[in-house]
């Protein structure tokens, strides 16, 4: 023997015993067995030359937990070594330089000895129910190396239970194999066991079915030769019954349902490779409190106790066991989620109230809110402050969360009114021309009116200089001093705001207060200038009417209209606040509104150096409207205000009026008649605007024609005759409709 190969190896001993394989001679039998252990080699009854067969015994030695492993197989795995060596465990025993190999090559095992004493090849397997044959083919490639014979190579297979010990007849009661050949091709089989050159088969029908064993094919390299080896292929179990395929469907994800929730299970899956077998199945949770409505359906429904926050996570296990007894166990995971919301309920009807005591804040009851989830309880919050601030719409959140921390929310919209109003009507005057001029009357529809604090220390007196409708521009839009395009004098921060309706009314909602109420618009198209009026002493609990007055006189000139009241808004006076010349002859008209009893007489005193072309003009009010129209002259006299004095009488009852008309020069008009335009700048009496030419629908503002002149005269050829403008002006007059107000 070559002591060389079993330096170091599991071999125990290597024994030389008498065997009856001949009845003629004593041939030797060389036992070799193979245990954890190394106690050494020697050769026992006989000279170790004279051993003829090679055989090796192996020991079990299998712990508890690999056996349980095994049985969880039924079957060879990758039989036909399709897959490599997968399902198989290749061991080499010794070797120095060139120890031995065991790999696959063209889908068979290939055993190779090189310098190593003992190489194996081995898969444990449960023995099926009716199992017959045990078949797989041996291929002598390359062969066996006869360069030493001193004890000769042999290729053997052995068929071994969890001991150790044989489960089929061996051919030889002292060996463990039931298949040997040796390197001079003599053949060694148990009973049972046939082999045609190739194919070796093995009788199992006296294997007891569930049986783990070991299938071992070894190549011995005793002596020391190196080039050894055999191949395997086609290793076949003939006959018996297949064991069933487990499935037990895919991951279950599901939702909360309510307090129990049901899931519909699927082994339908499972299948088992014998024809015409039947499955049985058997059902099993971990789930705590589950239970399944029948457990031995392929489909069964596993009804689980689901409540927020402690949703199940857990297993189903499924055993399919086929007619045979063969059976498969396979398990899946049961995740019950909760993703959604909970219902929440709040009646979310904007709230509106008022800051009655004008305090600046105000308690406000609010709707309550339920909610309400089919897997837990239901906590509502809200984010409602102790007291809300007036002139301020504040959202109050509600938000329902679960259990499981979904949430779902639902808005209120509080708004606190401030405890004053001002109530705005806002009208475009188009006045005619001649001294008793028609007019047309309109609303001032979408424009934004806004209130501004005018009180002592506030924008509007300090950084834009004052109230005064010089000064309207820059509290509403800025002034730009410094010409780069954006203002750098205001603008002022309005209080409130309101639009007008289709009436040109709207209500501006402000705290107590002194005001400035101011329309302007930066593109100069529906308010070349801004429209203001003061509303001084706002009490809380008030409601004051104002009035924004537009008149654009014949010459397509606007101005912001002034309006005076007299007992009370029984006569409204609207007169310009201001005119600019372009020419040396200027319209000056005052419109009149309120009862018919009302007789009006205006008187003009312009400066010096202009003239008017009345020194007083008379109106009766009828239908409730009235107006008288002067024509003033430039005569090249200084620039000043006209003085005006309005006298109206009702009853017997005579109010008087004082008031006056400033007066602007265009750049241009001014320079054509040789004033000083730096003094005027100085004076800040230059002002450039160029007239609009439309209304807000497009339609013209100014009548066909140039001036008209005073009642019954008639216009100049390009225009339509006074007949014809009185007649439009009666079809186009409209009045608004009239409000009592608290305060006037």
Same mark, same amino acid.
């Given at each position: ?10 071999? &125990? ?30 050769? &026992? ?10 055989? &090796? ?158 299938? $071992? ?63 049985? $199945? ?463």
């Amino acid at each position: 023997m070559n002591i060389r190969k079993l330096r170091s190896y599991f071999l &125990v001993s290597v024994v030389c015993l008498v065997s009856s394989l001949t009845t003629a001679g004593a041939n030797s039998l060389c036992l070799i067995e193979m245990s954890r252990e190394i106690t050494g080699a020697h050769c &026992v009854g006989g000279p170790l030359g004279d051993c003829c067969v090679t055989t &090796v015994r192996h020991h079990s030695g299998k712990t508890a937990s690999a056996k349980a492993a095994l049985r969880a197989g039924v079957g060879i795995v990758n039989a036909d070594f399709a897959d490599g060596l997968t399902g198989w465990t290749p061991t080499v025993r010794g070797g120095d330089t060139s120890p031995g190999e065991i790999f696959v090559e063209n889908e068979q095992a290939v055993l190779l000895e090189g310098d190593s004493f003992l190489i194996t090849l081995e898969q444990s397997f449960e023995v099926s129910g009716g199992l017959q044959d045990l078949s797989f083919d041996v291929i002598l490639a390359p062969g066996f190396d006869l360069a030493d014979g001193f004890m000769p190579d042999a290729f053997e297979a052995q068929l071994l239970d969890e001991t150790g010990a044989s489960v089929v007849l061996t051919w030889d009661p002292d060996a463990t194999s039931f298949f040997n050949v040796q390197e001079d091709l003599s053949e060694n089989l148990g009973p049972g066991v046939t082999f045609d050159g190739q194919t070796v088969t093995l009788d199992v029908s006296g294997v007891p079915a569930g049986t783990v064993v070991t299938l $071992y094919f070894d190549l011995i390299g005793a002596d020391a030769d190196t080039e050894s080896g055999v191949r395997i292929d086609n290793i076949t179990l003939v006959g018996g019954n297949e064991p069933p395929v487990c499935s037990a469907g895919e991951p279950y994800e599901i939702e909360c349902a309510g307090l129990e929730t049901s899931v519909s299970l699927d082994g339908g899956g499972s299948t088992d490779p014998d024809p015409d077998d039947t499955l049985s $199945y058997a059902w099993t949770t971990d789930c705590p409190g589950a239970a399944f409505d029948d457990a031995a359906l392929p489909t069964p429904f596993l009804t689980l106790f689901t409540q927020c926050p402690d949703l199940p996570m857990c297993n189903v296990t499924l055993t399919v066991t086929d007619l045979a007894g063969a059976s498969a166990t396979c398990s899946s995971t049961v995740t019950v989620d909760d993703t959604t919301d909970p219902e929440i309920t709040v009646d979310t009807t904007p709230i509106t109230v008022t800051d009655i005591d004008c305090s600046g804040d105000e308690t406000v009851e609010l709707p309550t809110a339920t909610g309400t989830d089919a897997c837990g309880d239901v906590s509502i919050m809200d984010d409602a402050p102790t007291s809300f601030p007036a002139g301020e719409t504040t959202s109050v959140t509600y938000t329902a969360t679960d259990d499981c921390q979904n949430s779902s929310s639902e808005a209120v919209d509080v708004t606190v009114l401030y405890g004053a109003d001002i109530f705005v009507t806002a009208k475009r005057h188009v006045v005619q021309s001649g001294t008793h001029p028609g007019s047309i009357r309109e609303p001032l529809v979408g424009i934004d009116v806004c209130g501004y604090d005018k009180s002592e220390g506030s924008c509007s007196r300090e950084a834009c200089g004052g109230i005064s409708h010089q000064h309207y521009e820059c509290i509403a839009l800025g002034e730009d001093t410094d010409g780069d395009g954006s203002p750098d004098i205001g603008p002022c921060e309005p209080t409130n705001c309101c639009t007008t309706d289709e009436n040109g009314e709207c209500t501006i909602n402000l705290p107590p207060g002194d005001y400035i109420v101011i329309s302007a618009d930066a593109t100069k198209t529906v308010l070349p200038d801004p429209l203001g009026v003061s509303a001084s002493d706002l009490l809380c609990g008030e409601l004051e009417q104002k009035h924004l007055q537009q008149i654009v006189r014949d010459n397509g000139r606007s101005s912001s209209g002034a309006t005076t009241y007299v007992q009370g808004q029984s006569l409204l006076i609207i007169r310009p606040d201001f005119v600019v010349w372009d020419q040396d002859l200027q319209p000056y008209p005052f419109l009149f509104e309120g009862d018919d009893e009302w007789d009006v007489s205006v008187s003009m005193a312009p400066p010096a150096g202009f003239r008017a072309d009345q020194d007083m003009l008379d109106a009766r009010l009828v239908d409730g409207d009235g107006a008288v129209q002067f024509t003033i002259r430039d005569e090249g006299g200084p620039v000043g205000p006209t003085t005006v004095t309005i006298e109206a009488s009702k009853g017997g009852r005579v109010e008087t009026v004082e008031s006056r008309i400033d007066v602007y020069l265009t750049e241009a008009y001014a320079r054509s008649q040789g004033r000083d335009v730096d003094t005027l700048e100085g004076e800040d009496l230059i002002k450039d605007t160029d007239p609009p030419t439309q209304d807000t629908d497009g339609d013209s503002l100014v009548p066909s024609g140039t001036m008209c002149g005073a009642a019954g005269s008639g216009c100049g050829p390009t225009g339509p005759s006074l007949a014809m403008i009185a007649l439009a002006l009666l079809s186009l007059r409209f009045v608004g409709p009239r409000r009592s107000r608290r305060r006037l």
